[in-house]
């Protein structure tokens, strides 16, 4: 049973730090969109003060979908690709963004791209197109799509981290637990048989046990083996016998004790070295050779 409550406890942690994990990772991807929209609107107002326009507005940042988010402006503007791509290298990378990414410039009224850039976390993989040549003004939404979605902050994830190796501590804890009281158990029930031969006796648990074969007493048999082993060796007398395991708790018995005594004795009979004697007109004697 104590195991069962064990494993019960270590699987509802699980699902706790499981659950914990979950909310973890959701709260990561809701704050990796945030810190995109905030870097792109960086970007979008710096195009529009190269622009000289400080007034027109840089529209709301939409997550198209996983990793891809499009800016968008209010009016039209013209502007230097070159300024474009390192605008964005410069806000991502205070906003602690991945350093992979594809950015698109859309034209709004065709959907085509005029110009478009790589970016790989590695100089010589960059694939960035001449700059120089002005965008005509007009209008236009420019969409990045991050190729690496996990941002280079080394706090990212570390919650997640943190309830892993607490839901492994937890289960060593209760592994170690279990262990000490499984050893407690054994030391315990070790120390409450008596040897009989090559029997282990254990009054609380109604049984002996020899080698791996269990046999089961009865409450009776229990009894009456406990007064034998007390004075092994030793003539125990009949009234003796029934006072203790019959008398004492308002039973007359008859013929009971002989029944019981002989259910011990077949109890009994794989060790030869057991004897359950009959001394005639007194009573019993268990003999335990050497």
Known sequence: MEHKKIYVLGILSGIIFFILGFSDIKEQKEEFSELVKIAL???GNQLLLTN???T?????????????????FENSLSFDP???TSIIKESFQKAGLPKQYRVEVLRCFDQEVPYSFLIKDDITRDIIPCGGRFLPKGCYTIEVRFTETQPQSSSFGKQTLIYGLLFIVLI?????LYRRKQLHVTNKSGANYASIGSFQFYPEQHKLIKQTVEISLSKKECELLEIFVAKPNQIVKRDELIKKV???NGVIVGRSLDTYISKLRKKL????TIKLINIHGIGYKLEIKP
Do not use: A, G, T
């Open 246 to 248: 019959w008398e004492d």
């Open 41 to 43: 609107r960086d970007v």
């Open 269 to 272: 009979k794989d060790d030869q």
């Open 52 to 54: 000289q326009d400080s």
């Open 56 to 72: 027109s507005l840089v529209l709301p940042v939409i997550e198209l979908k996983k990793s891809k988010y499009q800016l968008s």
């Open 82 to 84: 070159s300024d474009l």
């Open 172 to 176: 060593l804890l209760l592994l170690v």
